[in-house]
């Protein structure tokens, strides 16, 4: 029972323009939202979160908002840059004591110079 | 200066033997994780300690026991590998009383031969 899904194995966008990685889930007890980068042969590397609360949070290029009555979040990038490259998961959690994270697929970005 | 190390990075065993994997991270965290993907590359919790307690077990089997002798450190002990307990293996820790974000190490990929 997956709980957090990414149903796009792979994105491949130009450099310079906008990468819009997708992901849904289905615990609407879930109030904790986390994109995470990961290269091959290295752990995940946190990005950016979002709370329950928002709708949106941006950190530089990073941006990921949040439609909670569709339980849909995403990550935009923009602009994207080579390096950024990688495999993207999505997470959900509950803050709280006792708190795990569930992870989806992941998602292959590609970025083509 | 790795916030989360683990070692080895790969570990190459026969089936029926014991293996051990070390975690420690200088984070100051309280709370530590062992996390599995799998050849699915579904990220999946397998346990989690707060102060050296013993708080998530994910329906592991008992052949898996995590020790953690202080709150810097889990190890991961494997008795009698199996074929299907190839995978790599994930520690993380985390500050829950502020955030769930989980810092990952690099990540050890087991196979069994």
């Known amino acids: 029972d997956q709980q957090v899904k990414q149903n796009s194995p792979s994105l491949s966008v130009q450099e310079g323009r906008i990468s819009i990685l997708n992901c849904d889930y289905t615990n609407s007890m879930f109030d904790y939202f986390l994109w995470y980068k990961k290269y091959p042969a290295e752990g995940p590397t946190f990005l950016i979160s979002i709370s329950s609360i928002k709708d949106k949070n941006e950190d530089g290029r990073f941006t990921v908002f949040l439609n909670k009555s569709a339980k849909h979040l995403s990550l935009h990038i923009v602009p994207s840059q080579p390096g950024d490259s990688a495999v993207y998961f999505c997470a959900a959690g509950l803050t709280g004591a006792n708190s795990k994270l569930t992870f989806g697929k992941g998602i292959t970005l590609s970025v083509r110079p | 200066d790795t916030a989360v190390s683990q070692t080895p990075k790969y570990l190459v065993t026969q089936m029926g033997n014991d293996k051990s994997i070390k975690c420690e991270q200088n984070?100051?965290?309280?709370?530590m994780y062992w996390y599995k993907q799998d050849s699915k590359k579904f990220l999946k919790i397998m346990f989690s300690?707060?102060?050296?307690?013993?708080?998530i077990n994910e329906t592991v089997p008992n052949r898996f026991s995590p020790k953690s002798p202080d709150k810097a450190h889990l190890n991961l002990h494997i008795n009698s590998l199996e074929l299907g307990d190839s995978a790599v293996y994930f520690c993380?820790?985390?500050?829950?009383?502020?955030?769930?974000?989980?810092?990952f190490g690099q990540g050890t990929r087991l196979t069994v031969v």
């Open positions: 993380a820790s985390s500050q829950e009383r502020r955030t769930i974000e989980a810092f």
């Open positions: 984070l100051g965290h309280d709370t």
């Open positions: 300690y707060n102060n050296k307690e013993l708080i």
